[in-house]
Nanobody
């Protein structure tokens, strides 16, 4: 079973940037498609971006297209989320998870979530 630890969140002004990291334990990371999700206060968790096992294919939610980029480094067991042009509505706790390797890359494999990393964008 893969254990995931997210980091890189913080407080940033509107228009700023952050890069989130998600480090996985275990030897099977490179076989999984991975995704980033977020949950804003009072809202349900939503899909942000997904990437297939070798980084050759990705998908993004409409709300973040052109601003966020997902990537991965299988040698480091890490998936990243580069977030640019941040907006107050991006404020949320961000989580990573393994996802089903389907065309949309947006369905988590598990209902078990880690601590996440909090992103706060001030206006």
């Amino acid at each position: 079973q893969v254990q995931l630890v997210e980091s890189g969140g913080g407080l940033v002004q509107t228009g700023g940037s952050l890069k989130l990291s998600c480090v996985a334990s275990g030897h099977t990371f490179s076989t999984y498609a991975m995704g980033w999700f977020r949950q804003a206060p009072g809202k349900e968790r939503e899909f942000v971006a997904g990437i297939n096992w070798n980084g050759g294919r990705s998908s993004n939610a409409d709300s973040i297209k052109g601003r966020f980029t997902i990537s991965r480094d299988n040698a480091k067991n890490t998936v990243y989320l580069q977030m640019n042009s941040l907006k107050p509505e991006d404020t949320a706790v961000y989580y990573c998870a393994a996802v089903y390797s389907d065309p949309h890359l947006n369905r988590p494999l598990t209902d078990s979530w880690g601590q996440g990393t909090r992103v706060t964008v001030s206006s």
